[in-house]
């Protein structure tokens, strides 16, 4: 029982908590679940100093579950994972205390669905066997369908089944795939896997590749989405109550990406890189055509929605550019979008509870009733449309850098992304908080309250640190993404150009 | 009386006492009955809970105790005890749900009771037999004392439909199962099912190819009506419908188990041999069953009718088990109808008790509401709902994922992808019955709901339980799984 068993498996024990607690009591239960949420998230910064300097997995717990077939409780975690787990369990108190007033029917069962999403998620991001990995995954995917069917907006039923639908359509194909390696290499334990295939012991030839890649990745890329899988995203972040929409956004989203980086690139080295010419594509579109829909959405938190589909776009580009840049970039950009996008639904949020509106037409001139509101508005829209000295700057750069090392034209489209995020942001800015003030909304826009400034402040402090001291997150991204592309080398002719020119370069 | 006679051994006599005990208990509550007056009736159904109890016990003791019993015709191995356990669990859970059920209907009568235990005894025989005649005699005890048990409301119109219909293709699918088994003995010249895996695999012996694959064929057509198998499922959405719901819980549970026990064990052991010549009748029965099972219960409004079509598509799961047919199969498949029996029984028992007097409320729109209504019994419906989807950490998704597993350790990619691309497909019907109950208004239906009665109470929470125990530590039935063939 290490430190990372304790950040997992406590939120479960508040699951369990939270539902012996009568259901009256529903200011006792919201207070649980911050505690509860509130103690996991200062636990898990425990784990930042075990990172440092080692792409190995750290904080690893390996027990037998189920002996035959052998599945294994085998979790652990790496640079990457570290600020997975971190974002996970940063935000969850962030929704708690969004959902405080918001969520007012059923709280018990709310918030107690909350911490069991939470436990999902940590999972997925720690687990280390195939199996357990697919049980986390399917584990997040059910609270997350009672949260937006139950407390959502009008067309929620219609969004959850989607939701639902989609990841499991998706997940079922990934299942087989990991049958599949376990009927050939005997175990679901990823290192144990990874182990195989580096040795050669496991050598699955250029159709077992191509299909296993297919099978995983089609799982992956709905979650992301990518590009044209993305379509039940609009509708799940539109109807999901704001702390729903800020765990989809932030969090499940990254369950993709994730999963693309840990399991993909690693495992089925050759078809990633055959495939990643077609992925670029895709993830450049769906770049290209994520920011032109936001650009003309009615609906503020469609837009924000579709920023999403863009944003994500340049994680895809980032992680399949196979560059130490790219991938660096790419799980940043991860953490950056998490932060501001789950940034931007908490205020989007914020106005709704207050004029019951989430179109854009019914607001105008915000700014003067609420000015704290509209700063932090503005500096999360900053950060977002990428602006230097703001997080999403970094992420974003280093994804083009490395993508421009692979194929500039590749960056060159990728960069126009980067300009329309600035078109829809300000605009978007522009028609909620500036010019007149109709009588509707002055009467209706209180200031940010003590709470909705509490679930901010970290989360614009954050925008601003990870803008300007990378170094206190970059190193263990880069010694674990460093990791994962020494692995995509397997059998690969890649390894050999490399190392051409500095021979090359000695024998002059 | 021949020569060759050996009177049977007290340890042979041990090796059949939970049917024994099962159908003295079930005698002597027939003759109970006409001595109880009408109020006094929940006491024959204590009685019967109680002999299933002990027949439990020895037939758990029984494990201890392997071996041939009758001169072969019955052999008591893992396999026997593991549906032994199952079949016996299976009743007692339905006796548990069905008094306050009879009681609401005032039709609580010994009766009900001793059909039930008959049922169970008939299943009894069944999987453990290891010779046609008795496998027979097993599975026409089950079946006659089913019957009977469909049309138990006989003023029920729906019920008697049912009865009628279940009486008259079960019988249809019997005799082809009688034909098989004659045909199959007069290819071999016996009706051991070792002895005639024996004759099939002697390359010298061995009959006709054509002949032994029509007995295959008919016995098929009987087995695959028994587990409501495509193309001979039809009869289960009405029958499941029209039986009283506690009836419909039994229905989907232990005849269906024991009838894929002995599928199981007559197409493997006996038959194995000419694996070649059904397999391909197996994959393409296994992949229609799913398919079939799953799309019809998408278009369902009735609950009953719904989770009939569910209990197809879960057969077709259990069929891609059978036909990996290896070792690995065969245990996927026991695991598979293990959970099944713990699903689909909680399942109907909140039919059973949601419906109230005369079946009222059966549709899925009457649950609107139940999750604000009754949080608890919701939930303990939702657990066993996502097993039946099959999202882990619930034992349905282990059984998936065995089953699947081990199809696709025999080489049955395709069928393996098709069947988990409609397990999607099957989220969405059950996903309907979530929607309903916890995101929709509350209704009228869900307004004056009694307090469930213990004995529900007692079935749905060992049901939900068990599913989750299942699914977090599916070792403890594995191993005991492991113990069969």
């Not at chain 1, 998620?121 to 049980?135: E, N």
């Not at chain 1, 765990?247 to 980086?261: D, E, F, H, P, T």
């Not at chain 2, 295959?216 to 587990?227: I, N, P, Q, S």
């Not at chain 2, 199969?329 to 293990?338: I, N, Q, R, S």
Request: glycine content about 8%.
């Amino acid at each position: 029982m290490n430190l990372l068993d304790a950040v997992l498996w406590l939120p479960l024990a508040g699951f369990v908590l939270l539902l012996a607690l009568p259901r009256e009591k529903v200011e006792a239960i919201r207070r649980m679940a911050l505690g509860v949420s509130l103690a996991v998230f200062l636990l898990s910064l425990g784990l930042v100093a075990g990172v440092q300097g080692t792409a190995a997995f750290q904080f690893v717990t390996n027990l037998p579950w189920i002996a035959s077939p052998a599945i294994r409780y085998h979790i652990g975690i790496d640079g990457i994972s570290l600020w997975l787990v971190l974002l996970t369990t940063l935000l969850t108190p962030i929704g708690v205390l969004v959902s405080w007033r918001h969520i007012d029917k059923r709280v018990k069962e709310f918030f107690a669905l909350f911490l069991l999403l939470e436990f999902g998620l940590i999972g997925v991001f720690v687990a280390l066997d195939l199996f357990v990995f697919y049980v986390f995954w399917e584990v997040s995917l059910v609270p997350m369908y009672f949260l937006i069917g139950i407390w959502g907006h009008e067309r929620r039923v219609y969004a959850a089944v989607k939701f639902f639908l989609y990841t499991m359509a998706g997940s079922v194909l990934m299942l087989a795939g990991i049958i599949y390696l376990y009927n050939r290499a005997g175990t679901f334990d990823y290192t144990v896997l990874l182990q195989m295939m580096w040795s050669g012991k496991l050598a699955l030839d250029r159709v077992e590749q191509a299909v296993l890649f297919l099978g995983f990745f089609v799982a992956f890329a709905i979650k992301v989405p990518l590009f044209p899988l993305h379509t039940w995203l609009p509708d799940a972040h539109v109807e999901a109550p704001t702390a729903g929409s800020v765990m989809l956004a932030s969090v499940m989203l990254k369950m993709g990406c994730y999963g693309l980086l840990r399991f993909c690139l690693p495992m089925f080295p050759a078809a990633a890189r055959g495939y990643a010419p077609w992925i670029a594509i895709l993830a450049i579109a769906g770049i290209i055509y994520g920011a032109l829909v936001a650009l003309v959405q009615p609906n503020m938190k469609k837009l924000v929605a579709y920023t999403s589909v863009s944003h994500l776009g340049f994680v895809v580009l980032g992680i399949f550019s196979f560059t130490q840049l790219g991938v660096s970039g790419a799980v940043y950009q991860m953490l950056n979008h998490g932060i501001s996008t789950g940034a931007l639904f908490i205020l989007v949020g914020c106005l709704y509870e207050r004029r019951h509106s989430l179109e854009i037409k019914d607001y105008g001139g915000v700014a003067t009733p609420a000015p704290v509101l509209a700063t932090m508005f503005l500096i999360t829209s900053l950060a977002s449309m990428g602006l230097p000295l703001l997080n999403n700057f970094v992420g974003e750069y280093l994804v083009l850098q490395g993508t421009a090392q692979v194929n500039f034209r590749w960056a060159v489209f990728a960069s126009i992304g980067v300009i329309l995020s600035a078109c829809y942001m300000l605009w978007l800015y522009q028609r909620v908080f500036y010019g007149d003030t109709p009588e509707s909304v002055r009467s209706q826009m209180p200031d940010s309250s003590a709470r909705e400034w509490a679930a901010m402040a970290p989360l614009l402090v954050l925008m601003v640190w990870m803008g300007t001291f990378t170094q206190t997150f970059l190193p263990p991204i880069t010694a674990a993404g460093a990791s994962i592309l020494e692995r995509t080398k397997v059998n690969v002719e890649f390894q050999v150009q490399r190392q051409m020119p500095r021979e090359v370069s000695r024998a002059r | 009386m021949p020569a060759s006679f050996v009177p049977p051994s007290g340890a042979e006599y041990a090796r059949l006492l939970p049917e024994m005990i099962l159908a003295g208990v079930a005698t002597l509550t027939m003759v109970l009955e006409p001595l109880t007056p009408a109020r006094r009736k929940r006491a024959l159904g204590r009685l019967c809970l109680a002999g299933l109890i002990v027949a439990l016990v020895a037939a758990i003791a029984g494990h201890s105790n392997p071996g041939p019993a009758f001169s072969g015709m019955l052999q008591v191995d893992g396999f026997a005890t593991f549906f032994r356990v199952l079949v016996i669990v299976a009743g007692m859970l339905v006796v548990l749900c069905s008094s306050s059920y009879l009681q609401r209907e005032n039709a609580e009568s010994g009766e009900y009771y001793a059909l039930l235990l008959f049922s169970v005894a008939g299943q009894s025989i069944m999987v453990s037999a290891t010779e046609l005649i008795v496998l027979f005699i097993g599975l026409e005890i089950s079946s006659i004392s089913s019957y009977v048990l469909a049309g138990f409301l006989r003023r029920e119109k729906l019920a008697n439909e049912a009865a009628a219909k279940y009486f008259l293709l079960g019988s249809f699918a019997t005799a082809f199962l009688l034909y098989g088994i004659a045909l199959i003995y007069g290819a071999t010249g016996s009706t051991n099912l070792n002895a005639i895996r024996q004759v099939l695999a002697n390359p010298e012996t061995a009959p006709l190819g054509m002949l032994a694959g029509t007995a295959a064929a008919l016995m098929f057509v009987g087995f695959a009506f028994k587990v409501s198998a495509a193309p001979f499922q039809v009869w289960a959405p009405d029958v499941y419908q029209g039986a009283p719901a506690p009836v419909t819980a039994f229905l989907a549970a232990g005849p269906k188990a024991a009838a894929f026990a002995i599928f199981l064990r007559v197409f493997l052991t006996a038959l194995g041999p000419i694996s070649n010549r059904w397999e391909g009748i197996v994959w393409t029965s296994a992949l229609l069953t799913m398919i079939v099972g799953n799309f019809a219960a998408l278009a369902q409004t009735n609950l009953k009718r719904l989770l009939a079509y569910s209990s197809i598509a879960h057969a077709g799961y259990v069929m891609v088990a059978f036909t990996a047919h290896s070792a690995a199969g065969t245990k996927a498949a026991m695991f598979y109808l293990a959970v099944y029996v713990f699903m689909n029984i909680g399942a109907f028992a909140l039919v059973a008790y949601f419906g109230r007097k005369g079946e009222r409320y059966v549709h899925v729109d009457d649950l609107a509401g139940l999750g604000v209504r009754q949080p608890v019994t919701a939930a303990l419906f939702a657990v066993l709902l996502l097993s039946l989807i099959g999202v882990p950490p619930t034992g349905g998704f282990f059984g998936k994922f065995y089953i699947f597993k081990a199809a696709l350790e025999a080489h049955l990619g395709w069928l393996t992808v098709l069947g988990l691309l409609n397990t999607a497909v099957a989220a969405y019907y059950y996903l309907r019955i979530l929607v309903v109950m916890y995101m929709k208004e509350p209704g009228e239906s869900t307004a004056d709901l009694p307090p469930l009665a213990p004995g529900t109470r007692t079935v749905l929470w060992t049901c939900a339980a068990a599913t989750l125990l299942l699914g977090i530590f599916p070792s403890v039935v594995l191993q005991f799984a492991g113990l069969g063939k």
